[in-house]
């Protein structure tokens, strides 16, 4: 199965590293330098173009920043360039009405389109465990699954063209608000004189116990592998966050749910954004909720 693989960055460079282990054919194209020599390094071919990459591909992949690449990779690179029975997926993180407008351009020239908006971080990717929530008609799933299995723990269908977006941004819903409380329960807990590593270990098997708190703990300390004992460098940055949330807030707004929650931790992930912090894993905001932006310096 030859593979053009387009977008090479944090994430990218995990997901070909992936696909090239499991003895995948991949052509990887980016517009960085830098980006193609890595994926050469990870046992890839590389393209001087998108169009060229996915020239003779059987299976077409993006991972872009934002719709507006997306949106002009597949339009002037993807849909043009891929053969007729190229299978076309779009596993970057972006709104429902541009992933459903490219896919219909998409089947309108005779090829066959998902999104596959993935959970896991740069870590699922290096390590080929991501979660993969896929919008695709049912009778091609698992032509969609095999295509992305090597790089996965997890496949899982959420509904037709779009709904791999619609799970993406609800499921980062949860994630924001979870987190946010949180950081709130250890801000206020440090408040009340309660030593953090005691409740830690009360909240873990309690009630409060999410994956913000034993997976991300914000406080650093009580979980060795979060982001909070590396200065809250690596992991999953505010900057990503505030723009799920932003997506998030775009869908409830256009359809009328109610998200006040969601609403809130944009306005503060936004916040946090705008004060410089974009670049911090997102449980860095236990910092400004302690009025301790300082110690981040
Ligand atoms: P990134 O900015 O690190 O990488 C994007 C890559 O796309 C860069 O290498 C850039 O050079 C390349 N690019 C931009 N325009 C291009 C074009 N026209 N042609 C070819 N290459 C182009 O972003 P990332 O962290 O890898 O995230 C990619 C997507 O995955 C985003 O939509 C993000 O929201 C989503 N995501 C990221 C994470 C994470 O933890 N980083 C987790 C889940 C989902």
Redesign the pocket.
Known sequence: MRTAF????????GMVASLARAGREVVA????AE?LEGARSAGCETATS?AAAVAGADVVIT????AR?VS??WREAVIPNSGPDALLID????DVDTTRALGEAAQSAGRLAADA??????AG?RDGTLAFMVGCGEEHFARVEAALSPMARAVIRAGDLGAGQAA?ICNNMILAVSMLGVCEAFALAEKLSLDPERFFEIASKSSGQCWSLTNYCPWPGPVPSAPSNRDYHG???TS?MA??LRLSQEAASRTGASTPLGAQALALYALFEGLGYGQRDFSAVLQLLRGRLADLA
């Open positions: 387009i977008g090479l960055g944090n994430m990218g460079s194209f980016d517009i960085s980006a998108a991972m872009l920043p934002a690449h002009q990779v596993c970057s993180t972006i908006p993935v959970s896991g971080g740069i990717a993406k992991g999953f940055l990503l723009k799920d």
